[in-house]
């Protein structure tokens, strides 16, 4: 079954939006498989945004998410990728449909509360990464309620 990151940034987890973001996920039908709460470094967190090493905002997107404690998370499901970047919502908050996490609350593109694996292989990579220790070994994706 497909697995994508999802990380709470700093704002989200100051902003006291945990519990409604995980709600959001659980509610879709999609299995938590991994969840730490943790602060990053900034080796760390460059690791993670290495592909955006070279863009004009990557020392401000650094010092935003090593600015707080952040959600590390693993979430399980049929198209779990995609679907998940949907329930996110664009990048840009101005551009982020009304329903969507960022849609409904977030205004500024460099608070934009959550960050979502974008491709089925950058999610093994973040999960990876995130979680080299492994994840648990449970599942409910195939709740005949939630699959036909
Ligand atoms: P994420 O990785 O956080 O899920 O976001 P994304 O794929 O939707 O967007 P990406 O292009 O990978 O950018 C990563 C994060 O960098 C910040 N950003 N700031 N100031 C800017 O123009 C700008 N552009 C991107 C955002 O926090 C974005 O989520």
Redesign the pocket.
Known sequence: MEQTFIMIKPDGVQRGLVGEIIGRFEKKGFTLKGLKFITVDRAFAERH?AD?SA?P?FN??VE?IISGPIVAMVWEGKNVVTTGRKI?GA?NPADSAPGTIRGDYAID??R?V???S?AVESARKEIALWFPEGIAEWSSSLNPWIYE
Do not use: A, C, Q, R
């Open positions: 945004y955006l863009k905002f401000g997107l935003y996110i990048t593109i460099g934009n959550i960050h979502g974008d």
